[in-house]
């Protein structure tokens, strides 16, 4: 006994027509036919009589049908629940502690990865990032110290540190280092992400007033607007420079600074390391 051969049994039932019935379900009458005589002669009974031109269901097709119904029920639920399972298998939930790695990651995972569904968020590291993983909330947490738990495995994603960026024909292009602290002055325009990279640095900002003088922008696309028409100085990054484009003519210049720099990690529990291969695999690329 086959699903197929139950349908056929229920388009019977529906259409009470052999030949309504096998034209709706693209199989010939003959052939339908035979798959209800050998449903019958499995079953021990008749399922249907004939009335007047038309085929019905007797006590026990009626019976029968009941089951089919139920059969299909629980086949139904069973591939929802599959795909709901393929979902969850293929979905994976990753918080970032900066706008930095999340708009170098999720883009490039995603098109390496196309089936892959990805969903994100930020949030401000607080030393309970170990919540967000043992809770469920997120698979992986990017961050820039590491969790320390028994269950966690942490891997070191980069190393990203600043440099200036500068038009071609500023005196610093021409440097093979820059020490923010040998500058006597300089100004700076940053556009304002927030995040852990950013936090770390504002206090060292502080330290170099008021040589140094720095102008925050909320609004990115106001920033790079104002950057590119007053030929500017700014700053960048090993991750930024891969996805914005400070316009052309510029030259980056690394910051000797070690408070300019800051580690990544991608923590995630141990037990999903299998369901986040995809991904642990492209990070060590």
Known sequence: MELTQLAQFKAIAEYESMS???????????????????????????????????????DAGKM????????????????AEMEQYKRKENTISIAFC???????????FSMEFPDAEIHYNRFEENGKEIELLLDGINDIVCTSRTVEHD???????????????????HPLAKEKTVSLKKIKSLSIMQPNPGGSFLAKQKQFWKS??????????????????ILRNTNGITVSTTIVRHYRDDGQGRVLVPLENPEMSIDYYFCYLAKNRNRLSAFLLWLEQ
Do not use: W
């Open 208 to 225: 170099l007033r008021p040589n140094i003088k720095m102008a925050l922008y909320d609004d990115p696309a106001v920033f790079i607007q």
């Open 64 to 79: 029968a049908l009941q089951q089919v119904n139920a059969i299909f029920e629980h086949a139904e639920k069973m591939k």
């Open 151 to 169: 269950d966690v495995t942490c891997v070191h994603f980069i190393k990203d540190c600043l440099f200036l960026s500068v038009p071609a024909s």
């Open 20 to 58: 309504r019935a096998a034209e709706k379900i693209c199989i010939s009458q003959p052939s339908l036919s035979a798959s209800l005589r050998k449903l019958e002669e499995e079953l021990g009974v008749r399922l249907f009589e004939r009335r007047k031109g038309k085929i019905m269901l007797n």
């Open 98 to 108: 900066d706008p930095g790695p999340l708009r170098f990651c999720i883009p490039k």
